[in-house]
């Protein structure tokens, strides 16, 4: 080994020394000045704590005076809209709110719903987050103050590297080096639960792009209110599983943040929160402040447009999934294997990254030889429109294994024709005016187009017109195997033709590209697709270009057609495997993903 590989394993070597346990002496002086100096007193005597009168107590009333199981469930389609229910359900809640997150950041949304919750609790309402590590409230002051703030607000970090709230990049890569199992789990559950009765479950993090507010890029993504005593004690039950498990840390057990509080309690330093990281638009946030209090607005929205059915089910992973190696650690996978499996006409599916696991792959293979197969119609991502390009160079790797499992796939553009209805005020973040957009904060595709860009993170199955399944799960090796996740399963029509025809949209010629095989033509196109096949088949070195599918855009005055159609290369014109990106490099850049991703399929 060389003197600078030497000097790396040794900053390694004493890092993990350094940072695998507790400082325990730190950890107690924090706790010490947290029950010294946590301010307890309540603004509201009231047994409601001065709850905000709601229009939704009505489903709630009425799903706990039904006979048998009853639930309204309100579709959130927009983000805007979702972050606006949230806010109003936390100035409603009478006695706690429980929320789980996989992303937490202190920009204009992040901030708006800690504000909120401090306001909740400081009226008396028990307020609880548990947020995963890597990439939630990456700032140790504002961690410190949140320890401080109020005895009944408590924030918990979901498996801390390191027993760190901030992991540096040289702590990043020892993780990998000394603990990448442990590292490689984290928590993709995404709940928030007023009073154990109204729980939202879904796609959505806790950062601006996922409520339509970031002025850049924002995802289109689906959550779910789902109101009714039965689901909301499912949801507490999972709740308290992951907040009493022991990767669930305190904010005192984290070094970066007790040796915080212990400097800012030396220097008399106040309980002021840090401004918030990114603040672009103030004038929104006090707008949605305002409606969040808007009975009426609140009525219209959710609940005169709340279904009604009968039970719903939530799912979780149980926190331990990881940590040991029973069969219960895959029994969610094996759920959502046996529902597809089960499918008779159609399956309608919505993913961000279409990396469909060994598992799947086998139940899919099995539905294709049936007489007749089940139509499968895929929304996804394309490369213009993802955050994500090395996990999309996997999914381009295996398109030809996706088409012929009987897919018809749609990849969604960064700029659909219908972004205007699918994006609260599209107009007002930009994208109608042609300004510029800074791509190299999300590590996206540069493009050839300019405006906000919209990516799909939405992750939604409809099973045969009935049966929905809403939630975090990417049906991915990821999501099957390492990371927690959660949502919830419905068996009723009405709601299973709103998410279809919601899933149908996106996938819509305006929205999407078609992606189809490339017709054959002559004897070249027959050994070029010869060729891919066996570099496809390669676990490594998938170097060839020319692939079996690419992209392809309606022609004007034809209608859609289905890729398998006889007419189909007749209306459609082919756009390139990589539509809208603009530079080279990152489609060599996918390219090389492409080539040597495959052992990394499980972990991306």
């Not at 279409?354 to 539905?367: C, E, M, N, Y």
């Amino acid at each position: 080994m060389n003197s600078s590989g030497a000097r790396l394993s040794a900053v390694l070597v004493a890092l993990l020394l350094a940072g695998c346990s507790v400082n325990r002496q730190l950890a107690r002086q924090a706790d010490a000045i947290v029950a010294d100096t946590r301010p307890d007193a309540i603004e509201c005597t009231r047994a409601d704590h001065c709850a905000l009168a709601t229009p939704l107590a009505a489903l709630a009333d009425e799903a706990a005076g039904a006979r048998e199981p009853r639930h309204a469930v309100s579709m959130l389609e927009q983000g805007e809209e979702s972050l606006l229910l949230r806010v109003h359900l936390i100035r409603a809640a009478r006695t706690s709110i429980d929320i789980q997150t996989f992303i937490w950041v202190n920009d204009d949304a992040g901030r708006l719903l800690l504000d909120e919750l401090l306001a909740a609790a400081r009226r008396g309402v028990r307020v609880r987050v548990i947020a995963d590590q890597l990439f939630s409230l990456e700032d140790a002051e504002l961690l410190s103050q949140l320890a401080r703030i109020h005895r009944n607000f408590e924030v918990r970090i979901y498996n801390p590297t390191f027993n760190k709230a901030v992991t540096r990049p040289i702590e990043f890569a020892a993780s990998i080096l000394c603990c990448f199992r442990r590292f490689n789990q984290r928590m993709h559950n995404k709940l928030f639960l007023v009073d154990g009765l109204f729980g939202i479950a879904g796609g959505r993090n806790h950062e601006n792009r996922y409520f339509d507010w970031d002025h850049e890029f924002d995802y289109r993504d689906r959550d779910a209110l789902v109101t009714g005593p039965r689901a909301g004690a499912a949801m507490q039950r999972s709740f308290e599983q992951f907040w009493n498990y022991r990767r669930a840390v305190p904010l005192t057990r984290l070094n970066d943040v007790n040796g915080r509080i212990v400097a800012d309690a030396a220097a008399d330093a106040s309980l002021a929160l840090p401004a918030p990281m990114l603040s672009m638009d103030p004038a929104r946030v006090e707008r949605l402040r305002t409606l969040a209090g808007d009975a009426e607005e609140i009525r219209r929205r959710f609940v005169d447009t709340a279904l009604r059915v009968g039970d719903v089910e939530y799912f979780s992973d149980e926190p331990q999934k990881q940590d040991d190696e029973s069969d219960r650690n895959r029994q969610l996978g094996e759920r959502i294997a046996g529902m597809i499996g089960g499918a008779r006409e159609r399956i309608v599916l919505q993913t961000p990254y279409l990396v469909i696991s060994k598992r799947a792959q086998r139940v899919f293979r099995a539905l294709n030889e049936r007489t007749p197969r089940p139509q499968v119609l895929v929304s996804t991502n394309s490369l213009a429109a993802t955050d994500a390009f090395y996990v999309y160079a996997l999914s381009h790797k295996y398109k030809k294994r996706y088409l012929k499992l009987g897919f018809h796939i749609h990849e969604f553009k960064p700029f659909p024709g219908d972004a205007a209805e699918l994006v609260a005020d599209y107009a007002a973040l930009g994208g109608d005016d042609g300004r510029p957009d800074a791509y190299q904060r999300y590590g996206r595709a540069p493009l050839s187009t300019r405006g906000v860009r919209l990516g799909m993170h939405a992750k939604s199955i409809v099973i045969d017109g009935m049966t929905t399944l809403i939630g975090s799960h990417n049906f991915d090796p990821r999501s099957d195997n390492y990371n927690t996740e959660s949502g919830f399963i419905i068996h009723d029509r009405a709601l299973a033709a709103l998410v279809t025809a919601a899933i149908e949209r996106d996938a819509e010629p305006q929205n999407a590209w078609t992606i189809a095989k490339r017709p054959r033509t002559n004897l070249i196109h027959r050994i070029n697709n010869a060729i891919a096949d066996f570099s496809t088949a390669l676990p490594l070195f998938d170097f060839w270009p020319f692939r079996y599918s690419t992209s392809y855009e309606l022609k004007p005055g034809c209608r859609p057609l289905p890729p398998n159609d006889p007419g189909f290369h007749d209306c459609y014109t082919a756009v390139g495997d990589f539509p809208e990106v603009d530079l080279p490099l990152k489609a060599i850049y996918t390219r090389i993903a492409t080539a040597f991703g495959a052992p990394a399929v499980g972990i991306l």
